[in-house]
């Protein structure tokens, strides 16, 4: 075989379809949902390149339209956990001795198939079991995930160009090499790229993975191992189970092969799978990488020199572009009195526009949150919000679960800045505004800065370029990716590396360099081409005399 340093594509973002009235992509993704919504399917896990099944089968629904059955999946036990993980430690050997290019080969492939034949289907899969409407599916399901593959690739390559200097007469190299053990994966529900993202980086790294999604994104995460397979990944390579969090926990965290774990989700989650493998650390072969994406309470802060319109869009977009249901989603803004009564009133005008219903229907911005317990907690937030003195319902806020899902857009206006929706991550289309006197924005700073746990997003609305270098610093900790004078969402692979830190995780940036990083072990190697033939060095000669 021919050898070489080889060149990858260069990584390109995939163009955004628009799926207007009376375009190809419109009518061949209305055709796909209805196919899709046609027929039920049996999602088995996939363990070892094999479809496993189980006695239990559950019900995969829209959430929109909690009658409508799209199929079952099998839901597994502690054992199939052991099955994926000795099936992913049995393709290791093979997966981390294959050449990086026949690697990269394959997810360069994953990200050709899932912008072409598989587009309409990714992104119908993804509304039906998400709920989430065309374009949002759109720019995460097809383009991100996409995008993801591809940078990935180009990522790999830049880390392993890094190699050190070597002095005369010897040479020094690093080579990048898979984690000791398997990876875990464990994925959410709101970003369809992130769930395919989080096995593929440490795959792509020559890593061997065991999957678990969300319940309610399977429907998607058969997709995407369906994409897996036709693009070539090896038997055992990712390794898909449906097991239950805790269970899979159990199993996987006191297995002396875990060597790390890609998360996204909740905090309370990752801070008690922390907890665990910091229990367990003396079980393992080797210090497991820990890399997690959690929550957010992101906000936007503005001064009176905002583009008032402009803040008004934002505020829309930011809070209840996938019902408010991003880690990044726009939770609290803080406005100066003086310009609040006229963001108020277009803020008004444009939400009263703003459609709610089933992402099949092309025509709705908001479609239904993704469970009942979401529905109920979030309604909870609402229905203590109309009664509280401390705060106001002033936009929304109705709600009704009867057919699925549906949260009205609400806004809160708290009377305190430590209102409780002003504090916890709701995870909803609940948008709360905490107005300001002009005069306290530095006050205001503070009190934004010490609100919440998280720093994932925040964005600042101004047109005075001094508050927007001095809010700029002074929020520095407070959100891992920062905008100015945009929505604090819509983060691009290869654009804005996405991550936080405090409450909001590990800040390892997915698809970005520092985050593949964390999926090698490096060795480095020097190699002495003159051996030395005598121990002593010219210091320990005599003085002449």
Known sequence: MSKGFFNVPVAKNEPVLTYAPGTPERKELQAKIAELRSTEVELPMIIGGNEVYTDRKERMFPPHEIEHTLGYYNQGVASHVEMAIDAALEAKEKWANLSWQHRASIFLKAADLLAGPYRAKINAATMLGQSKNAFQSEIDAACELADFFRFGVQEMTNIYKIQPESARGMWNYSEYRPLEGF??????????????????????????????????????????????????????????????????????LTHTDFAGIHFTGSTGVFQSIWKKIGDNIYKYKTYPRIVGETGGKDFIFADNTADKRGLAIAMLRGAFEYQGQKCSAASRVYIPESIWPEVKEIFGKELATVKMGPPEDFTNFVNAVIDEASFDKLKGFIDRAREDEDAEVIFGGNCDKSVGYFIEPTVIEAKKPDYETMQEELFGPVLTIYVYEDEKMDETLDILDGTSIYALTGAVFSQDRYNIEKITKRLEHAAGNFYINDKPTGAVVGQQPFGGARGSGTDDKAGAIFNFLRWTAIRTIKETFVIPQQYTYPNFQPDEE
């Open 183 to 252: 990876i875990y994966a464990l994925t959410p529900f709101n970003f369809t790229s992130i769930a395919g993202n989080l096995p593929a980086a440490p795959a792509l790294m020559g890593n061997v993975v065991v999957w678990k999604p969300s319940k309610t994104a399977i429907y998607s995460a058969g997709v995407i191992m369906e994409v897996f397979k036709e693009a070539g990944l090896p038997d055992g390579v990712i390794n898909l189970v449906f097991a239950s969090g805790p269970v899979a926990a159990d199993v996987v």
